[in-house]
């Protein structure tokens, strides 16, 4: 069974890494390119920012540290081109085996009958992950102005946790109060809400920005349907092999 | 859990107890690599993974 779960990881992970790094280079990396040019124009306004930043959370020497590395000059960082190209590659490859792994994990108890149903999984995935974080806290270019980054991986981590769990009751729960449970859960990261900046602001225009929270929802919709979809097929595979 | 009569799957092959086993850490091995590409707040990952990681909308700079 090990061996199944690492196969269908394996497997369903590089074909949605790769999926995701074609549409990424299509459509993403442009506007992140893009943004990265009015962030490059205006190191006096992003410096501000920071220092804006800094006195408003009081985390003076995290965010100095992490401006140098915004410019790209304390530690190593992809060159523009294949490097950079090959490095968010990988790093997508990662990402999708981490997710694939867990998929994988989860058919141990429900294995999808029919790969189509992995569509649902996938798309369960695409609302835990992407939709439901993104809901608070909107996918931004670099060069966007937000709060304090431990906070709001707190609360990232904190959506999905209860968006994965408020989804498992509602599609598996056999009692009326589990998935009204469910419901509460799927609500409460929102009625929490996300830690927001005291000052929102963009180097990037609106129109950029707006086209990247697009973007980023297709694009990561699709990787999650492939990585889905893979992962059933894969799966069911692996029991007939 | 149910371990329901209608899965043909051969998973049913295994005790509950082990299949849970089995997907807590699948779950908690797939969570450790995304934080390590998504989340770690070391510099050179997050400079190899940045685009990744605004791509995938995950809390960034």
Sequence with gaps: ?241 | MSSSALSSSASVSLPLSQRLLLAVGSCLLGAALIFVAGFSHLEVVHNAAHDTRHSAAFPCH
């Design chain 1, 1 to 241: 069974m090990i061996k199944r779960i690492a196969q269908t990881a394996g497997f369903a992970g590089l074909l949605a890494a790769i999926v995701l790094t074609l549409l990424q280079s299509l459509w993403v990396t442009p506007l992140i390119l893009q943004a990265e040019t009015y962030e490059n124009a205006a190191p006096a306004a992003e410096a501000a920012g920071h220092e804006h930043a800094a006195a408003v959370h009081d985390h003076a020497a995290h965010d100095h540290s992490h401006a140098a590395s915004h410019d790209h000059g304390a530690a190593w960082a992809p060159e523009d081109g294949w490097q950079r190209l090959l490095s968010t590659g990988l790093s997508n490859l990662v990402v999708a085996v981490g997710f694939a792994l867990m998929l994988a994990g989860l058919f141990t108890l429900r294995a999808p009958g029919r790969t189509w149903q992995g569509l649902l999984w996938g798309l369960g995935g695409f609302a835990t992950f992407s939709l439901a974080p993104s809901a608070g806290l909107p996918p931004e270019l670099p060069g966007t102005e937000a709060a304090d980054l431990l906070l709001r991986q707190y609360w990232w981590l904190g959506t999905a946790a209860a968006t994965a769990a408020g989804l498992g009751l509602l599609a598996f729960g056999r009692h009326q109060a589990l998935r009204i449970g469910g419901v509460l859960l799927l609500a409460l990261p929102h009625l929490i809400g996300a830690p927001q900046p005291e000052v929102h602001a963009s180097l990037a225009p609106a129109a950029l920005a707006q086209e990247f929270v697009l973007a980023s929802l297709l694009t990561n919709a699709l990787f999650w349907s492939a990585l889905g979809l893979a992962a059933a097929w894969f799966f069911g595979r692996a029991r007939s092999a």
